[in-house]
């Protein structure tokens, strides 16, 4: 049996000290190899050493730097600044002149065009599959934006970018997008609890259409009501028409949201089943106000019902109809 070593921390910082490869630096931070040399390349956020035969050494000074990007980038910081913020706080050695500017082939880049500085942090942060990171970036944007601003400038556009970069890359990045899709889910469930202000006032139904899968913004309208503190009856998916029949029937409901992301899935024969139903004692019966909602709609109209075209929309028209079933 070997003997211990005389001071095990020294050991451990001994171990801790020993410099990285780049494939081994990379797995620890969460980020691509290539994204490594693609700063180094464009920002001089390199190793101080190379070993023999040009062999990147990453040593515990350089792993600290890179630590200081990841976490700037992650919050939204975009590369070139968090590149510089990082310097200075590690106090590291004078930035080399940037190379001529060029589009980042990094491997993680998504296309996102012209978004809030928040929804570029919240894509790096799904790239790298980092989910406390991804957690946080969205419990961030809901608490200063609220859900619909949250939904339509910070979470849709991220997701729409991964959707983008997965129809271009063959099967890479589904799992970005699972991930991704999960943590805006987990974000909306939290903020959709409010309790209604009236707890036996006709709560609004929001289900999908049978057949559709497709549940994220039905999730953002349900939480969106919630902030207001109106109270919803949530179904989820591929709710089969007779059990929506059912629970309308029960529930009697202010509105029933109708969502279908897809013209496939969109029946007009069901919205029409829906508006007709009516329950109540004879000479006071009522009905709901049904509301269509989701791309699967459009150009389409059934008497009865209304299509809004966003989610301020979508939460304006339910307001209101839920105002008008309590007084």
């Not at 994204?35 to 101080?48: D, F, K, N, Q």
Request: proline share 8%; net charge positive.
């Amino acid at each position: 049996m070997s003997e211990l070593p005389a001071d095990p921390d020294t050991a451990h910082r001994s171990a801790a000290e020993v410099p990285l490869t780049t494939g081994a630096l990379a797995r620890r931070l969460g980020v691509a190899p290539t994204t490594l040399r693609s700063w180094e390349r464009r920002y001089g956020i390199g190793p101080a050493v190379r070993a023999e035969g040009r062999h990147r050494r990453w040593t515990a000074p350089d792993v600290a730097l890179l630590e200081e990007m990841c976490r700037l980038t992650s919050a939204g910081v975009p590369p070139a600044e968090a590149a510089h913020a990082a310097r200075e706080a590690a106090g590291a050695r004078p930035e080399p002149p940037v190379r001529a500017p060029g589009r980042s082939r990094a491997a993680g880049t998504l296309p996102l065009g012209d978004v809030r500085q928040e929804c570029r942090g919240l894509a790096r942060a799904a790239v790298r599959l980092d989910s406390p990171a991804v957690e946080r970036r969205l419990a961030d944007a809901v608490d200063r934006y609220g859900v619909v601003v949250a939904w339509q400038e910070v979470m849709a556009p991220t997701l729409h970018a991964v959707g983008r970069k997965w129809a271009s890359s063959g099967d890479r990045y589904v799992e970005v997008e699972h991930l991704l899709s999960w943590q805006v889910s987990t974000a909306l469930r939290r903020h959709g609890g409010a309790r209604a202000r009236q707890p036996d006032a006709p709560p609004v139904v929001l289900a999908c259409v049978p057949g559709e899968q497709h549940t994220l913004p039905i999730e953002a309208l349900n939480a969106a009501l919630g902030e207001l503190a109106l109270p919803t009856r949530m179904f989820g998916a591929a709710v089969p028409a007779e059990a929506l029949t059912a629970a309308v029937r029960r529930l009697g409901p202010a509105a029933v949201v109708l969502w279908a992301q897809a013209r496939s899935t969109a029946s007009l024969p069901l919205a029409r089943h829906v508006a007709d139903l009516r329950w109540g004692v004879k000479g006071a019966r009522r009905q709901p106000s049904v509301v269509l909602a989701g791309p699967g709609w459009s150009g389409t109209s059934a008497r009865g019902a209304v299509r809004p075209t966003t989610l301020t929309d979508a939460v304006d028209l339910l307001s209101a109809a839920y105002r008008a079933s309590v007084t």
